[in-house]
């Protein structure tokens, strides 16, 4: 489509008469750039990464999941845009970082991305599959690389339509289509609905993807919280708690929810809007009494989501912000997720806690998990079991005891399995509290 255009490895070019809603992995794989490679189609193996580049940021993203429509006015890089003489390609072929070679691509765009943005180097190939190297080697690559100092165009998104894909740039424009087309896919980042068009090819007739929207943008700390756009991806997110005491806490699990790749483009509110009940920020958003700001009005959380994969949103409403109140001074913040991979993987149990103290007891507490029923819920009765009590391991049972969830049971987790798993958390939340100087989890 001619009027489809971005930065590819620094030049400029257009999708021609791609669908917008093609896979950027399937669009490069036919003009013959082959480095990314498809491995799962899902982003979870990483090796269809490319990077986002703009201006002086670089984020690795899974091209399997981010189609044409979304790249529009920015710019993206492929392992071809490096080259076999880049330091980074060398460092993992003189490191003996490479076999197969199939993952490689995917784990050197990985690599670049890191050598700029920083951060743990485990982190950084935690959405990177690779079979046959071996982790070691490849870390042990990562340890010489240094970053190139090379920049990038500043992405200039805009207001567009290619068909019946549109990119509307105000809030006000995004409300007149909703209005025009009310059935049309509401796309954010996509690393969910991003599957429909990687694993189940659908070609939805009508998409307005809110990317663009100005007044959906950014991560700001209020004197109250934080306003997160409904645009913002995670990585804004983890950023902004990183840099603001009150959400410390938070770090550790953001850094758990995908990969980096799924949080470049992931976004809260699309979380929101797919309403899953393992969605990894809702208990959190529950858990500190989070509002949704939508176009018209301005509701908890607790009552934006009514059900399986339902929510509040009206035909002519769409999620604007959510704003996330600080924990009060002295409170517990925590939040746990239990998963078969400690590194992207989806839960099966999650909890988020935020409890209050006076006296030296519980004077209020908030516990929500997600996992445990339709949707991300409070558990009540839990909550009222610690209220004058001493947040301890008695007090963590007696919570555990009072839980009131008939919990799914799918091939992820047993009913059984996850209200003993829950217990288990609860008891974990008092150990926080009573042995601060232990750590939380213990790996290998």
């Not at 100092?149 to 567009?160: F, I, M």
């Not at 989070?290 to 607790?302: D, F, G, W, Y």
């Not at 991300?376 to 839980?403: H, S, T, Y």
Request: aromatic share 4%; proline share 6%; glycine share 10%.
């Amino acid at each position: 489509m001619p009027g489809l255009r971005f930065t590819l490895n620094g030049a400029a070019v257009t999708a021609g008469d791609a669908p917008p809603t093609t896979t950027l992995l399937d669009w490069l794989r036919a003009r013959g750039l082959s480095g990314t490679k498809e491995g799962c189609a899902e982003g979870d193996c990483g090796a269809c990464t490319v990077v986002l580049e703009d201006g002086d940021s670089r984020r690795p993203i899974n091209a399997c999941l981010c189609v044409l429509g979304q790249l529009h006015g920015r710019a993206v890089r492929t392992v071809e845009g490096l080259g076999r003489a880049h330091p980074v390609v060398q460092a993992m072929a003189q490191g003996g970082a490479t076999q197969c070679g199939f993952c490689t691509p995917g784990i050197v765009m990985a690599a670049w991305a890191w050598t700029r943005e920083g951060g743990d180097p485990h982190a950084a190939l935690a959405g990177n599959l690779c079979r046959c190297t071996g982790y070691r080697p490849i870390l042990d690559a990562l340890a010489t690389m240094a970053d190139d100092g090379a920049a990038a165009p500043a992405a200039v998104p805009d207001s567009a339509r290619f068909g019946g894909f549109h990119l509307p740039a105000t809030l006000k424009e995004a409300l007149a289509l909703r209005a025009q087309h009310p059935q049309a896919m509401l796309l954010m980042g996509g690393t969910d609905l991003g599957l429909r068009f990687s694993e189940h090819r659908e070609r939805p007739d009508t998409v307005i993807c809110l990317l663009n929207v100005a007044e959906m943008q950014g991560v700001a700390a209020t004197r109250d919280g934080q306003r997160i756009g409904a645009a913002a991806p995670y990585a804004e997110w983890l950023a902004a708690c990183r840099a603001d005491a009150r959400f410390a806490a938070l770090v550790p699990y953001l850094e758990r929810l995908g990969s980096r790749q799924i949080r470049a483009l992931g976004t809260v509110a699309g979380n929101l809007g797919t309403a899953s009940p393992i969605g990894d920020a809702l208990p959190v958003l529950l858990a500190l009494d989070a509002e949704v700001e939508t176009s018209a009005r301005r509701l908890p959380v607790a009552a934006f989501l009514t059900g399986y994969r339902r929510n509040a949103l009206t035909p002519g409403e769409l999620i604007v912000a959510i704003h996330l109140p600080a924990p009060p001074a002295g409170a517990l913040l925590a939040a746990e997720k239990l998963s078969r991979r400690h590194d992207q993987d989806i839960s099966a149990v999650s909890l988020a806690a935020c409890v209050e103290f006076m006296g030296g007891v519980v004077s209020r507490a908030r516990l929500a998990f997600g996992g445990m029923a339709a949707t991300a819920l409070r558990a009540p009765e839990a909550e009222a079991a610690l209220l004058g009590r001493a947040l301890d391991d008695a007090a963590a049972q007696a919570a555990g005891a009072a839980l009131r969830f008939t919990p799914m049971d799918d091939h992820r987790a047993s009913a059984a399995y996850r209200l003993e798993a829950a217990r288990g958390l609860l008891r974990r939340l008092a150990l926080r509290h009573t042995h601060p100087e232990l750590p939380a989890e213990v790996h290998a």
